[in-house]
């Protein structure tokens, strides 16, 4: 057990030191990069094709699933530059790591944007425990999903900064406790912004929008 602990320290370890490393080497290019982490479906994808058309700013997006080159085509058919890592290849890993991020933006030649949008692997758990290197950490959590998610999956509220509610456009036609769930976020994180929209009303983009001015150079 003691040799199965060292050696995920220093895998963490190493991997903090890259993601440190492009961390900055991003912010001398001028490239700000958000990390977002939710569950399945809670429409990650669908917030950047209507970021899109909110903004002139330049975008480029790395998508992380373990599987399938889905979301980049998605991404590809609005005109936004994608890169795909499926971790099929590293045995279905549910995170990303830094050296992967680095590695794509090596390949990909990412050059001359604004924003660089990583796709994390859709769970609550791995993502939340792997620094890759991010400006900043959005989670989101859509409202088909509870309230008690920020209760029972904490680190993932406390490693990001904003919380993104999706789909509020269903909550006529759902049961939860929007107020308990803001509750619940404030408790894990008291210093969350919380911001709520739909990609399909457009409800709250313009907030959205105004969260990744702030975070530009």
Not at 115 to 139: K, Q, R, T, Y
Request: hydrophobic content about 40%; some cysteine; charged content about 25%.
């Amino acid at each position: 057990m003691q040799k199965e602990i060292k050696v995920m320290q220093k895998i963490l370890n190493t991997n903090d030191t890259i993601a440190q490393q492009l961390r900055e080497s991003l912010k001398e290019r001028g490239i700000t990069f958000v990390n977002m982490i939710s569950g399945p479906g809670s429409g990650k994808t669908s917030l950047i094709e209507a970021t899109a058309g909110k903004t002139d700013k330049k975008l480029f997006v790395i998508e992380g699933d373990i599987q399938t080159t889905l979301d980049a085509q998605r991404i590809s058919a609005k005109g936004i530059g994608a890169y795909q890592i499926n971790t099929g290849l590293f045995g279905g890993a549910c995170h990303l790591e830094a050296d992967w991020i680095r590695s794509a933006i090596e390949e990909a030649g990412i050059d001359d944007i604004d924003i660089l949008f990583v796709e994390n692997i859709g769970n609550l758990v791995c993502p939340a425990e792997f620094d890759i290197g991010a400006h900043h950490g959005v989670l989101l959590i859509s409202v088909t999903e509870g309230e008690d998610k920020p209760l029972k999956y904490p680190l993932a509220f406390q490693v990001t900064q904003t919380c993104v509610i999706t789909k509020t456009d269903l909550l006529p036609y759902l049961d939860i406790d929007i107020d308990a769930l803001r509750r619940n976020i404030r408790q894990v994180n008291p210093d969350m912004k919380i911001i709520e929209l739909s990609t399909k009303t457009g409800e709250g983009l313009n907030q959205w929008i105004e969260l990744l001015d702030t975070l530009l150079p």
